[in-house]
């Protein structure tokens, strides 16, 4: 079988790839051939035993589609996209990459389809921002997309051409709405969410990390881990138990910062937590206050999605994957 | 205030022309000033006081959209689309008419606000196609939009780019997602709808009607003339009042076939009610029951959106605009 994985430089697609070298996906054919593009070259991992290739590739520019595709993967993974902030900044890039790039795959592939009946699975990496402005504290799976930035619209756009593609049998699509990542790896961003990571990332390793918000601040996190695990789902998953709705809200743990912190301390003891340095930022309490608290994802816990319990198995799963298994 | 409608050649389009000109808006500048586009040449009605002009323009043709708008007009009225039923059997058509020339018109409006300030009000006309799969018996406002047709697709991401370039001040959107109109005038079609208007239509004038759905199949219908009503209450409503949600289903009547089978007993007497044959058509009764039974549009009757309280009061509507007061 052959993956193709567009993104494959950013965190998720690194991850999701080593983690097809490491571990066969179960229940499939063999993965035999491995396409990594992104935007930027990415990186060829070593051990994996069959043929990898990596392409860099820009989705918007003409053609592009078509050549990446010229293989005719099994699988394809589109997890490329502006993110949130850049796509608020540069309204028309914001469009072009996540909406016209995404747009210019599924044409590519239905033309495809219509001319030789090629029908890969296309696993598309959807976000909780689709929702937006006055939803209830628990989101349940029915529940109105009205996203309140560019980015959750492209990505709402995204879903909606998924199904209508995968409906009349384009191809056949999944589309998954990741939760915040929680702990990302690496420095610290600029991202509004970056502090949700931070505030464990840093201590960990004996570095400072500011809380712009209250402890009472609640959110919709999950571990890379549990990511990586959505995706490995997704491609092996029944598609025709989604029935018409191919979108679907993954779960994650809806923890509040004060639960975060308790959760380090029972991990790493006092001297991580005080580490944490409050800061109050207005500008970024208020960006985080748009956000999904907590979401009831029935119809993916049904379909065997599965997430972390509690959020120190998240702090587990970096130390383990990320340091080691060591703290300082 | 100069007031355009794109699509002014179909029946909404025309009724609401001839609107503008017997009644005028209340609660804002005259309307002294109309353009009437259309892929097909409108008419150029009689009767307006100001200046009327028509144009036979194409969005989807490049700088079509530059060209409609240079006169920057104070009111856009959207209207203009592929019906389902082609959008479903041309992809390619119902996308390039639907979606990119429904953003076709969006970017020119955000261009021209980018330079100049110019900020209208558009009325895109939405549908309830953009609800579908296994909905509640009666749909609130903030269900899911999970269309089952690429027409309701269609409808669906325009809606999500209304709201936001809406959000992002480029334009002042409202959509309104419209009913199934009852009673239709004009011929009988081959929409599978048809039969809603048909079973009214044919009888008030002498003439046969088949009925292919058992009297038990409910749909959510409102006349032309509420049709008409809810644009005018969208070319004068406070926009404000719509916080991030610009997109509103509109109220109707929620009726069995039965229930208009015996308002049109009410109104026309067991003679018209004897023109209606029944022929079961399967094919019809499937598509029909995957079409939205009722709703509950908190939102739209909160702000000032109205129709008819009873079935008889469509018929009327209809014997009293389209037959002048007279029935066979």
């Known amino acids: 079988m052959h993956i193709l994985i567009i993104g494959a430089a950013g965190m998720i697609g690194r991850k999701f790839t080593e983690s097809l070298i490491k571990t066969p996906l179960e229940g499939t054919t063999p993965v035999t051939r491995l396409t990594l593009a992104d935007v930027i070259a990415p990186t060829t991992p070593t051990g994996f035993s069959g043929e990898i290739r990596t392409a860099t590739v820009d989705l918007t520019e003409p053609s592009a589609a078509e050549r990446l595709l010229a293989e005719r993967p ?8 502006i993110v949130s902030g850049e796509a608020e900044a540069d309204f028309e890039k914001g469009y072009r990459v996540n909406f016209d790039g995404t747009r210019a795959l599924f044409e590519t592939i239905r033309h495809a389809n219509q001319k030789e009946g090629w029908q890969p699975r296309v696993i598309y990496a ?3 921002a689709v929702f937006g402005g006055n939803f209830p504290e628990v989101i349940p799976d029915d529940y109105i ?5 560019s980015y959750g619209t492209q990505k709402a756009i995204g879903e909606l051409l998924l199904a209508d593609y995968s409906r009349r049998g384009f191809f056949n699509g999944i589309g998954l709405r990741f939760p915040t990542i929680c702990v990302r ?3 610290p961003n600029r991202a509004a969410s970056g502090f949700f990571s931070g505030i464990i990332r ?3 390793v004996g570095l400072d990390a500011v809380l712009p ?3 009472s601040t609640r959110h919709w996190m999950t571990s890379p881990r549990s990511a990586v695990q959505f995706i490995r789902h997704a491609a092996t998953l029944d598609l025709a138990k989604l ?3 191919p979108n679907l809200s993954m779960p994650a743990l809806s923890v509040t910062v004060g639960e975060q912190i308790e959760a380090l301390r029972n991990v790493a003891g006092d001297k991580a937590v005080a580490h944490i340095h409050r800061e109050p930022d207005e500008a970024v309490a208020r960006i985080v206050e748009g956000w999904a608290r907590a979401f009831d994802p029935q119809r993916a ?3 065997g999605f599965t997430t972390e319990t509690k959020f120190e198995d998240i702090i587990r799963a970096h130390i383990e994957d990320e340091l080691g298994g060591h703290i300082a």
């Open 126 to 128: 959807s976000s909780n």
């Open 301 to 303: 816990l049904a379909l």
């Open 202 to 204: 840093e201590p960990l």
């Open 74 to 81: 099994d699988i394809i993974v589109h997890l490329a996209a």
């Open 145 to 149: 997309l009205t996203p309140q930035t």
């Open 213 to 215: 918000v209250p402890d």
């Open 243 to 245: 029935g018409d709705r």
């Open 185 to 187: 790896p690496g420095k």
